[in-house]
């Protein structure tokens, strides 16, 4: 399952430029956001046979943990770096369907929640350990990580690179990583209109094989 990330702006495009946002406990997190905000990484999956194509894609965004006191609260670990993510009003997939967030505060690196229809510390507790997804977000202004992993590099010459393998984090800029080893800074990249097929990068000369 794809997770929920987005990272750095892209060069030149006017936009800042920055880390990828929100990692949660320290992994990347859902985008690569083309403006410096808080970000999900894993590759990203094929559909599974006979699903239906228009079915709207879910990214892993955390993890639910304990019950916190007797009213039903959750205790939450969100990977993901964008804040719509724990906002009243927000939708978390757990395996028993959709549950809306009625209620959320930050303590401490976690979440505590009240989701809509958990109102007793048995039904918090019954949740523990569900993974959280959500459907993704219409974010034009950001690169996402589960599209930029698998897409083929290309520079503004028309030649290939290879295909991006993993996003890594890395404080001055996250990293594209190729096939071949090759670390590209997500700040050289011009142009993702193209994914998740290709992405474009324009790196200074010899950072590619001699480019």
Not at 14 to 26: I, K
Not at 81 to 96: F, H, I, Q, Y
Request: hydrophobic share 40%.
């Amino acid at each position: 399952m794809p997770r929920d990330t987005s990272r750095a702006g892209l060069a030149g495009s006017g936009r800042g430029t920055g880390r990828l946002a929100g990692g949660g406990e320290g992994g990347i997190g859902e985008t690569v956001a083309m403006t410096p905000e808080p970000t999900d990484h894993v590759p990203a999956v094929g559909p599974a046979v006979g699903e239906d194509d228009h079915a709207p894609r879910l990214l892993e965004i955390g993890r639910i943990g304990k019950a916190h006191g007797l009213r039903g609260e959750v205790t939450a670990v969100i990977t993901s770096d964008r804040p719509e993510r724990t906002e009243v009003g927000a939708v978390w997939m757990l395996d028993g369907g959709p549950r809306t967030v009625v209620a959320v505060r930050p303590h401490q690196q976690r979440w505590i929640v009240q989701l809509e229809g958990v109102s007793t510390r048995e039904a918090a507790e019954a949740l523990r350990g569900q993974v959280i997804e959500a459907e993704g977000i219409d974010d034009p202004d950001a690169l996402w990580v589960h599209e930029l992993v698998g897409a083929t590099v290309l520079t503004p010459d028309g030649r290939t690179w290879g295909a991006v393998v993993a996003v890594l984090d890395n404080p001055a800029d996250d990293l594209l990583e190729l096939a071949d080893g090759t670390l590209i800074p997500v700040g050289f990249v011009t142009d993702g209109t193209g994914l998740p097929e290709t992405v474009v990068v324009d790196p200074p000369e010899g950072l590619l094989g001699g480019h």
